[in-house]
Protein backbone atom coordinates (compact mmCIF):
# COMPACT_ATOMS: atom_id res chain seq x y z
CA UNK A 1 0.00 0.00 0.00
CA UNK A 2 1.60 3.23 -1.16
CA UNK A 3 2.25 6.36 1.63
CA UNK A 4 -0.33 9.13 2.01
CA UNK A 5 0.69 12.21 -0.01
CA UNK A 6 -1.52 15.44 -0.14
CA UNK A 7 -4.08 15.11 -2.69
CA UNK A 8 -5.50 11.67 -2.02
CA UNK A 9 -9.52 11.83 -2.19
CA UNK A 10 -11.09 12.13 0.99
CA UNK A 11 -14.87 11.35 1.84
CA UNK A 12 -16.85 13.43 4.75
CA UNK A 13 -20.03 11.70 6.18
CA UNK A 14 -21.75 14.35 8.13
CA UNK A 15 -21.79 17.99 7.66
CA UNK A 16 -22.24 19.65 10.99
CA UNK A 17 -20.34 21.69 12.39
CA UNK A 18 -17.25 19.37 12.81
CA UNK A 19 -18.01 17.47 9.57
CA UNK A 20 -17.88 20.92 7.36
CA UNK A 21 -14.78 22.43 8.91
CA UNK A 22 -13.15 19.32 8.26
CA UNK A 23 -13.93 19.30 4.84
CA UNK A 24 -12.58 22.74 4.73
CA UNK A 25 -9.52 22.15 5.95
CA UNK A 26 -8.82 19.12 3.85
CA UNK A 27 -9.87 20.86 0.55
CA UNK A 28 -7.49 23.46 1.46
CA UNK A 29 -5.09 21.52 1.62
CA UNK A 30 -5.16 20.37 -2.22
CA UNK A 31 -7.69 17.14 -0.97
CA UNK A 32 -9.89 15.82 -3.32
CA UNK A 33 -13.67 16.40 -1.15
CA UNK A 34 -16.71 14.30 -1.31
CA UNK A 35 -18.99 14.97 0.96
CA UNK A 36 -22.69 14.03 1.58
CA UNK A 37 -25.18 14.64 4.31
CA UNK A 38 -28.71 13.76 4.75
CA UNK A 39 -30.09 17.34 4.88
CA UNK A 40 -28.49 17.81 0.99
CA UNK A 41 -28.23 21.55 1.63
CA UNK A 42 -25.78 21.43 4.54
CA UNK A 43 -23.02 20.88 1.51
CA UNK A 44 -23.80 23.73 -0.52
CA UNK A 45 -21.40 25.93 0.68
CA UNK A 46 -18.46 23.34 0.46
CA UNK A 47 -19.71 22.12 -2.56
CA UNK A 48 -19.49 26.23 -4.07
CA UNK A 49 -16.17 25.85 -2.69
CA UNK A 50 -15.10 22.72 -5.25
CA UNK A 51 -16.15 20.06 -3.52
CA UNK A 52 -18.01 17.13 -4.80
CA UNK A 53 -21.21 16.33 -3.37
CA UNK A 54 -22.16 12.82 -3.65
CA UNK A 55 -25.56 11.93 -4.75
CA UNK A 56 -26.12 9.17 -2.46
CA UNK A 57 -24.28 7.13 0.57
CA UNK A 58 -22.99 4.24 -1.75
CA UNK A 59 -21.26 7.25 -4.40
CA UNK A 60 -19.62 8.82 -1.14
CA UNK A 61 -17.86 5.50 -0.31
CA UNK A 62 -16.91 4.88 -3.93
CA UNK A 63 -15.29 8.51 -4.22
CA UNK A 64 -12.68 7.91 -1.71
CA UNK A 65 -10.83 4.86 0.44
CA UNK A 66 -10.19 7.39 3.61
CA UNK A 67 -14.01 8.02 4.88
CA UNK A 68 -14.54 10.05 7.87
CA UNK A 69 -17.63 10.08 9.73
CA UNK A 70 -19.10 12.85 11.78
CA UNK A 71 -22.14 12.32 13.06
CA UNK A 72 -24.08 12.59 15.97
CA UNK A 73 -23.51 8.83 17.58
CA UNK A 74 -22.79 5.40 15.95
CA UNK A 75 -26.37 4.47 15.31
CA UNK A 76 -26.38 6.90 12.59
CA UNK A 77 -23.21 4.84 11.01
CA UNK A 78 -25.83 1.88 10.20
CA UNK A 79 -28.66 4.35 9.36
CA UNK A 80 -26.69 6.04 6.43
CA UNK A 81 -24.57 3.09 5.48
CA UNK A 82 -26.55 -0.03 6.18
CA UNK A 83 -27.62 -0.26 2.28
CA UNK A 84 -24.61 0.71 0.93
CA UNK A 85 -22.35 -2.50 2.76
CA UNK A 86 -21.19 -3.72 -0.61
CA UNK A 87 -19.13 -0.59 -1.49
CA UNK A 88 -17.14 -1.22 2.28
CA UNK A 89 -14.80 -3.53 0.95
CA UNK A 90 -11.12 -1.48 0.95
CA UNK A 91 -11.88 1.29 2.32
CA UNK A 92 -10.90 2.72 5.94
CA UNK A 93 -13.83 4.28 8.09
CA UNK A 94 -12.38 7.05 10.26
CA UNK A 95 -14.97 7.87 12.74
CA UNK A 96 -15.05 10.87 15.18
CA UNK A 97 -18.51 10.70 16.44
CA UNK A 98 -19.47 10.25 20.13
CA UNK A 99 -20.57 7.31 21.52
CA UNK A 100 -20.06 4.55 24.83
CA UNK A 101 -16.61 2.27 24.27
CA UNK A 102 -18.20 -0.81 23.67
CA UNK A 103 -20.61 0.73 20.95
CA UNK A 104 -17.69 1.78 19.13
CA UNK A 105 -15.82 -1.87 19.57
CA UNK A 106 -19.04 -3.34 17.79
CA UNK A 107 -18.74 -0.84 15.15
CA UNK A 108 -15.21 -1.82 14.22
CA UNK A 109 -15.96 -5.54 14.39
CA UNK A 110 -19.34 -4.24 11.83
CA UNK A 111 -16.71 -2.63 9.61
CA UNK A 112 -14.24 -5.25 9.48
CA UNK A 113 -17.18 -8.12 8.74
CA UNK A 114 -18.14 -5.64 5.57
CA UNK A 115 -14.15 -5.60 4.31
CA UNK A 116 -13.43 -2.12 5.53
CA UNK A 117 -10.70 -1.14 8.24
CA UNK A 118 -11.88 0.79 11.32
CA UNK A 119 -10.06 3.70 13.30
CA UNK A 120 -12.57 5.63 16.05
CA UNK A 121 -11.37 9.39 16.62
CA UNK A 122 -12.29 11.59 19.10
CA UNK A 123 -11.71 14.84 18.47
CA UNK A 124 -10.39 17.48 21.64
CA UNK A 125 -11.37 20.83 19.80
CA UNK A 126 -14.32 22.58 18.77
CA UNK A 127 -14.57 23.12 15.33
CA UNK A 128 -13.05 27.23 15.02
CA UNK A 129 -9.95 25.35 16.60
CA UNK A 130 -9.14 22.85 14.05
CA UNK A 131 -6.07 22.93 12.41
CA UNK A 132 -4.22 25.25 14.84
CA UNK A 133 -1.75 24.49 17.17
CA UNK A 134 -4.21 23.82 19.77
CA UNK A 135 -6.11 20.85 17.99
CA UNK A 136 -5.66 17.28 18.71
CA UNK A 137 -7.35 14.27 18.67
CA UNK A 138 -7.72 10.75 19.78
CA UNK A 139 -7.54 7.85 17.81
CA UNK A 140 -7.49 3.92 18.42
CA UNK A 141 -8.21 1.13 16.37
CA UNK A 142 -6.35 -0.64 13.38
CA UNK A 143 -2.82 0.72 13.69
CA UNK A 144 -2.19 0.22 9.32
CA UNK A 145 -5.21 2.47 8.41
CA UNK A 146 -3.69 5.10 11.56
CA UNK A 147 -0.12 4.92 9.48
CA UNK A 148 -1.55 4.72 6.07
CA UNK A 149 -3.71 7.72 6.85
CA UNK A 150 -1.87 9.79 9.68
CA UNK A 151 -0.70 12.50 7.19
CA UNK A 152 -4.16 13.43 6.57
CA UNK A 153 -5.65 13.37 9.83
CA UNK A 154 -2.30 15.57 11.21
CA UNK A 155 -4.19 18.13 9.12
CA UNK A 156 -7.08 18.64 11.28
CA UNK A 157 -4.85 18.31 14.14
CA UNK A 158 -2.20 16.27 16.23
CA UNK A 159 -3.01 12.76 16.36
CA UNK A 160 -2.44 10.81 19.23
CA UNK A 161 -2.26 7.46 18.40
CA UNK A 162 -3.89 4.62 22.03
CA UNK A 163 -3.04 1.58 20.33
CA UNK A 164 -5.22 -1.61 18.52
CA UNK A 165 -8.60 -1.69 20.69
CA UNK A 166 -11.08 0.92 19.13
CA UNK A 167 -12.33 1.46 22.45
CA UNK A 168 -9.58 3.82 23.88
CA UNK A 169 -10.17 6.49 21.58
CA UNK A 170 -13.34 7.06 22.73
CA UNK A 171 -12.70 6.08 26.48
CA UNK A 172 -10.07 8.91 26.84
CA UNK A 173 -12.46 11.62 24.32
CA UNK A 174 -15.69 10.46 27.24
CA UNK A 175 -12.90 11.25 30.13
CA UNK A 176 -11.83 14.20 28.76
CA UNK A 177 -15.48 15.38 28.40
CA UNK A 178 -16.61 14.23 31.35
CA UNK A 179 -14.05 16.73 33.06
CA UNK A 180 -15.22 19.69 30.78
CA UNK A 181 -19.10 18.62 30.94
CA UNK A 182 -18.75 18.51 35.21
CA UNK A 183 -16.61 21.76 35.00
CA UNK A 184 -19.10 23.80 33.34
CA UNK A 185 -21.75 22.53 34.92
CA UNK A 186 -20.47 23.43 38.31
CA UNK A 187 -19.64 26.78 36.97
CA UNK A 188 -23.14 27.50 35.79
CA UNK A 189 -24.64 26.31 39.23
CA UNK A 190 -22.30 28.44 40.71
CA UNK A 191 -23.39 31.47 38.51
CA UNK A 192 -26.80 30.82 39.23
CA UNK A 193 -27.15 30.51 43.14
CA UNK A 194 -24.85 34.00 42.97
CA UNK A 195 -28.16 35.17 40.89
CA UNK A 196 -30.40 33.59 43.26
CA UNK A 197 -28.61 36.69 45.67
CA UNK A 198 -28.44 39.28 43.50
CA UNK A 199 -25.02 38.82 42.54
CA UNK A 200 -24.59 39.25 38.36
CA UNK A 201 -22.58 37.01 37.00
CA UNK A 202 -20.58 39.74 35.45
CA UNK A 203 -19.72 40.42 39.23
CA UNK A 204 -18.77 36.37 39.81
CA UNK A 205 -17.93 34.65 36.82
CA UNK A 206 -13.91 36.21 37.04
CA UNK A 207 -13.52 34.76 40.31
CA UNK A 208 -15.06 31.18 39.31
CA UNK A 209 -13.00 30.77 36.56
CA UNK A 210 -9.93 32.10 38.18
CA UNK A 211 -10.51 29.53 41.25
CA UNK A 212 -11.10 26.58 38.23
CA UNK A 213 -7.28 27.96 37.13
CA UNK A 214 -5.84 27.19 40.42
CA UNK A 215 -7.27 23.47 41.00
CA UNK A 216 -3.87 21.57 39.27
CA UNK A 217 -1.62 23.71 41.73
CA UNK A 218 -3.63 22.57 44.64
CA UNK A 219 -3.74 18.69 43.30
CA UNK A 220 -0.38 19.08 42.61
CA UNK A 221 2.03 17.54 39.80
CA UNK A 222 -0.44 15.81 36.79
CA UNK A 223 2.17 12.96 37.05
CA UNK A 224 2.31 12.75 41.21
CA UNK A 225 -1.78 12.87 41.23
CA UNK A 226 -1.83 9.84 39.26
CA UNK A 227 0.62 8.00 40.97
CA UNK A 228 -1.69 8.45 44.27
CA UNK A 229 -4.65 7.35 42.31
CA UNK A 230 -3.42 4.47 41.17
CA UNK A 231 -1.49 3.36 44.67
CA UNK A 232 -4.75 4.37 46.79
CA UNK A 233 -2.57 7.08 48.57
CA UNK A 234 -4.78 9.92 47.41
CA UNK A 235 -6.89 12.09 49.94
CA UNK A 236 -7.33 12.12 53.71
CA UNK A 237 -10.19 11.16 55.72
CA UNK A 238 -9.90 14.44 57.44
CA UNK A 239 -9.82 16.69 54.68
CA UNK A 240 -12.96 14.33 53.07
CA UNK A 241 -15.01 15.03 56.48
CA UNK A 242 -14.26 18.91 55.88
CA UNK A 243 -14.99 19.03 52.40
CA UNK A 244 -18.54 16.77 53.05
CA UNK A 245 -19.61 19.75 55.31
CA UNK A 246 -19.11 22.17 52.67
CA UNK A 247 -20.79 20.05 49.85
CA UNK A 248 -23.98 20.03 52.41
CA UNK A 249 -23.63 23.45 53.04
CA UNK A 250 -23.84 24.29 49.43
CA UNK A 251 -27.15 22.02 48.67
CA UNK A 252 -28.58 23.32 51.75
CA UNK A 253 -28.25 26.64 50.44
CA UNK A 254 -29.17 25.76 46.83
CA UNK A 255 -32.38 23.91 48.00
CA UNK A 256 -32.96 27.71 49.60
CA UNK A 257 -32.24 29.58 46.68
CA UNK A 258 -34.75 27.92 44.56
CA UNK A 259 -31.87 27.05 42.26
CA UNK A 260 -31.84 23.55 40.58
CA UNK A 261 -30.70 20.85 43.49
CA UNK A 262 -29.32 17.82 41.30
CA UNK A 263 -25.17 18.85 40.82
CA UNK A 264 -25.26 19.33 44.74
CA UNK A 265 -27.38 16.42 45.68
CA UNK A 266 -25.26 14.68 43.81
CA UNK A 267 -21.79 15.99 44.72
CA UNK A 268 -23.23 15.70 48.55
CA UNK A 269 -24.14 12.07 47.78
CA UNK A 270 -20.24 11.54 47.11
CA UNK A 271 -18.69 12.66 50.00
CA UNK A 272 -21.68 11.15 52.69
CA UNK A 273 -20.62 7.73 50.84
CA UNK A 274 -17.16 8.54 51.37
CA UNK A 275 -17.21 9.90 54.93
CA UNK A 276 -19.59 6.71 56.10
CA UNK A 277 -16.74 4.48 54.22
CA UNK A 278 -13.79 6.29 55.88
CA UNK A 279 -12.23 6.87 52.57
CA UNK A 280 -9.33 9.15 51.66
CA UNK A 281 -11.28 11.07 48.80
CA UNK A 282 -14.79 10.36 47.30
CA UNK A 283 -12.40 8.29 44.11
CA UNK A 284 -12.72 5.21 46.25
CA UNK A 285 -16.52 5.48 45.91
CA UNK A 286 -16.42 6.26 42.32
CA UNK A 287 -14.31 3.53 41.16
CA UNK A 288 -15.63 0.66 40.26
CA UNK A 289 -13.33 -1.96 42.01
Keep these: MSTTEPGDPVTVIGLGPMGQAISRILHDAGHPVTVWNRTAARADALVEAGATRAPDPASALAAAELVLLSL ?10 GDATSALAGRTLVNISS ?10 EWATRHGARFVAGGIMVPPPMLGTGAAYAYYSGDRTAFTRWEHVLRLIGAPRYLGEDPRLAQLLYLANLDVFLATTASLLHAAALARAFGVPAEAVVPDLVEHIGTIPAILGSATDFAAQLDNGTFGDPRSVIMMGATADHVAI ?12 AAVKELYDAAIAGGHGSVFEVMKAD
Excluded: C
Excluded at 72 to 77: L, P
Excluded at 253 to 264: E, F, N, R
Design 72 to 81: TEYQAMYDIL
Design 99 to 108: DTPDRTAEAA
Design 253 to 264: ATAAAGVHPGLP
